[in-house]
Nanobody, 136 residues
Framework: QFHLVESGGGLVQPGGTLRLSCVVS????????VAWFRQAPGKEREAISC????????QYHTSVQGRFTISKDNSENTVWLQMNDLQPEDSAIYYC?????????????????????????????WGQGTQVAVSA
């Protein structure tokens, strides 16, 4: 059974940093991709970063490109999201999820594109989320 658990969220000031962790079980990171999503109150869930299984290729939403870095350690079953220069608009619940395949489904050369079936169907397994709040 696939399982993901996020941690590392919190309250930071603008310009601050956080490092989110996503610990997975029931599958291996060298076989399945993992993506980070976020959802702010009243807004749609958006995909912000993804890392593939075999080659660890990374993808980013333009809004976080250059500020956020996704990485993983297959032996630790962990995917991280390093978030620098956080801004109030980054405030949201952050989730990690797997599409249960090796590639970053729903990502292309121009970043993420919402699949017709939606993110929650395309990525069947999700963590419970971790809250990130950026405020002075």
């Amino acid at each position: 059974q696939f399982h993901l658990v996020e941690s590392g969220g919190g309250l930071v000031q603008p310009g601050g940093t956080l490092r989110l962790s996503c610990v997975v079980s029931g599958f291996t990171l060298n076989s399945y991709a993992v993506a980070w999503f976020r959802q702010a109150p009243g807004k749609e869930r958006e995909a912000i970063s993804c890392i593939t299984a075999r080659d660890s290729e990374t993808q980013y939403h333009t809004s976080v490109q250059g500020r956020f870095t996704i990485s993983k350690d297959n032996s630790e079953n962990t995917v991280w999201l390093q978030m620098n220069d956080l801004q109030p608009e980054d405030s949201a619940i952050y989730y990690c999820a797997t599409p249960e395949v090796g590639g970053c489904v729903g990502w292309g050369a121009r970043g993420p594109h919402l699949p017709a079936s939606g993110w929650t169907v395309t990525y069947p397994t999700w963590g419970q989320g971790t809250q990130v709040a950026v405020s002075a």
